[in-house]
Nanobody, 123 residues
Framework: QVQLVESGGGSVQAGGSLRLSCTAS????????MAWFRQAPDKEREFVSSIDSDTTTKYADSVKGRFTISRDKVKNTLYLQMNSLKREDTAIYYCAADVGRIRWCSGKDYNNWGQGTQVTVSA
């Protein structure tokens, strides 16, 4: 059974940084497509970033140059380092895994999801 547990969310002022973590059980994060999504109030969930088994990464245009996705094989954990945060980054952030897909990660179709962690950026 796959379990994804996010942590690291919180409140930060604009310009600040946060690092989100997603600890996985039941899968090995380095073997499959892993991703971060977010959902702001009254908006649809949107893709933020993904990483595949070859460590190829993708980013939404809105976060390029500010966010970095990475993983730790030993800790079996996915990370999202978020720098230069803006108010529009405020959202619930979700970790996702596409078990079975190792490359060409999708921007939307993932079969396992975490419960989410809240990120709030204030002016």
């Amino acid at each position: 059974q796959v379990q994804l547990v996010e942590s690291g969310g919180g409140s930060v002022q604009a310009g600040g940084s946060l690092r989100l973590s997603c600890t996985a059980s039941g899968i090995t994060v380095s073997l499959f497509c892993m991703a971060w999504f977010r959902q702001a109030p009254d908006k649809e969930r949107e893709f933020v970033s993904s990483i595949d088994s070859d460590t190829t990464t993708k980013y939404a245009d809105s976060v390029k140059g500010r966010f970095t996705i990475s993983r730790d094989k030993v800790k079996n954990t996915l990370y999202l380092q978020m720098n230069s945060l803006k108010r529009e980054d405020t959202a619930i952030y979700y970790c996702a895994a596409d078990v079975g897909r190792i490359r060409w990660c999708s921007g939307k179709d993932y079969n396992n999801w975490g419960q989410g962690t809240q990120v709030t950026v204030s002016a």
